[in-house]
């Protein structure tokens, strides 16, 4: 164990240390969090052993480590039993959840408590197109015809029938559905019901009542929900959390548990942390260590500096906050502020980052919350016991530049990448970070072909992403399957078949225009060259599966026919399970497209990932492009910025021109702000319209900023920014060009890092 400690860092050894009670670690980027609370866990498990040996008692409980992702499950769960290996202690006595990993856990062993049949219900990630909502909305206009004339006169409405037309349909598929999911997850998440939105409604005055409407539509929601046998991922966690408020249950589970580790604390939300507090208190256990009453043995991690998901989800840095000051209050709050990732330039660039940022906002808000807690990150000691910390830079470490425009971005790093990566392409690693997936998407075709002339490996990650590909893939060659004749429906899964290498590229336009002549030519036709007739024989076998095949064996033959590997199989089992489940006693191709269709166009389909997908982010002589969120946890030798504009980073807030006439804000982000400075704050002072929209724009501009320092501190040996003098207003169109203010702190950083 003293081996152990002595290979960590002094803010390391502070986790290392902790016997019982809580425990706030407040750590900056690069100071090995997840080195040091595999450690402490390892630690942990030995003195649990140790004391179990002495007292011969013969409750073995395990230590619970909870975490952000699946894949940094994966990676801490490997190096606590690397560290258990030099104890030469049993690989066990511990558990490594997602948050809601842990809460499925805990309600799939008390069905009768929590609620949840598992066998009978089906898991969403819906979005704003969703069918539950798009119906909640519509149920909703139809029970409340007095307030949805109300939201339709709007502002300055002359009557005018075109009008009234547009602002319905804006209405029911744009700013209705986007206020109803957004509230759905702010309030469930907190653990709010609709009677208290109806209650704190009551406590608002603005023309439209924008918090009786959200509990309108969230009642709707909910109730849809329940009638179909769905759940979403806030339900697990109020499912576990009934299973903790029975006496005889919530015993059973905390008598398992001697203590609860958390990773990534500052993007908690109230359920959650409710959730890790019931399970870690000791007092109710069948032993107590210390004899104290109600000992919470919790121990947090997290940077609030590093909170860039509460403007998108109900996460939000005050709670681990709040949990900070408890704990420093009671001298129970370590700081890991030395960090050995990155050189010390790229320090120095992020920590003026930080305090410039924290300067300019003390004048411009009257609360006086800034974006950052004053947390500097310093180098670590020259007798730091882990390698390669604070690497030598690549020249100063820090490159600004402020191209003519994209299209000279892109010659700046093509040139900075081939200088970099030719003399020895195996040794480091790089990526390019951008704000918006559009982004990556124009970069990558720009240096695709500079890539491959200089043989230099581009991932890119959004593009993987983006084809969301097992659901759309079967679902295109189901498509096909039930309409062969239709030659956009042949074109899709020709499509499908070229991209996973099943088929020769060819001109599928040509054979789609005629899918019968393409599928069963006549003895009059002309001979089909070889690629067609493989294309045409794969398409046939298709045909003939799904007249052969039992309906709910055809995903999974589909699956096998494109070569799927060990992950897309699972992925593609997971998805055959979840349709077979919502079309049991209606067994049919027309109830199995619309299930795929729902699934493809309106949820976030989680794959199975059987690997450490971040390992391929980060693979040695490979140039990955990546959004600044994906990038959080991760670190390259070189990282590229490019692009930082004022209208991205910190952006405005702004409302569609075509939902203007409701006023000059958002429902959805009034709502939000509202919810959460009830929460906060008092509930019986919830902010007017003007405050809420201007809490929210500044919530959301603190985040950008936090985003920013994210994205800087991914870098090891070469941090470059730039900010072109022309960029697009718009990704989506990036050829129409326009001057574009640069990024305010890029400015400060030119002027002082000249």
Known sequence: ????????????????????????????????????????????????????????????????????????????????????????LPQTGFAVFTLHGLALNIASRHPDLSGLQLENVSLITPNQSHRFIRTAVEQWISNHAEQYLNLLEGQEFDGEETERLRRQSVLRTEVLPDLAYTVIHEAKSSGIAPTDLRKWSEKTKDDYGILRIAAGLYEQYENLMRSQDFIDYDDMILAALRVLQNDNARHIEQNQVFAVFEDEAQDSSPLQTQLLEMLAREGENIENINNTPELLNLVRVGDPNQAINSTFTPADPIYFRDFCRQCEQSGRLATMDQAGRSTRMIISAANFALEWVNSQWSSKTKTGQTPFRHQIIHPVDADDPQTDANPAPVVKGL?????????????????????????????????????????????????????????????????????????????????????????DYLKAALDVLVERQLIPTQDLNTLASLPEEFLYPGPLAAPQPESVQKAAHLCRSLLRARLELPLYQIISFLALTLNYDQAELATADKLAERVNQQIAGNNSMGSILSTLSEIVSSERFEPVETDNVEEQYTQPGQLTIITMHKAKGLDWDYVFLPFLHENLIPGRFWVPPQSQFLGDFTLSEVARAQIRAALHQDSQHIPNVREAWEQAKYLKMAEEYRLLYVAMTRAKRLLWMSAAQKAPFTWSKPENLQEQAPCPVFTALKRQFS
């Open 1 to 88: 164990m003293n081996d152990i400690r002595h290979s960590l860092r002094s803010g390391q050894k502070q986790m290392a240390d902790w016997k019982s009670g809580p425990l706030a670690v407040s750590a900056v980027p690069g100071a090995g969090k997840s080195t040091g609370m595999a450690a402490a866990a390892a630690i942990a498990i030995a003195r649990h052993y140790q004391y179990s040996l002495t007292t011969g008692n013969k409750y073995h409980r395990q230590l619970v480590v909870v975490t952000f992702t699946r894949s940094a499950c994966a990676n801490i769960k490997a190096k606590i039993r690397e560290n258990l290996r030099k104890l030469a």
């Open 399 to 487: 490159e600004l530049h402020t191209p003519r425009d994209i299209y000279h971005t892109v010659e700046l790093i093509s040139q900075r990448v081939i200088e970099l990566f030719t003399p020895d392409p195996q040794k480091f690693r790089g990526a390019i970070l951008v704000r918006e997936n559009r982004q990556g998407r124009w970069l990558a075709a720009a240096l695709e072909p500079i890539c491959k002339e200089h043989k230099i490996k581009l991932y890119d990650v959004g593009e993987r992403e983006r084809r969301s590909h097992v659901p759309q893939e079967i679902f295109a060659l189901l498509q096909f399957c039930d309409r062969p004749h239709s030659p």
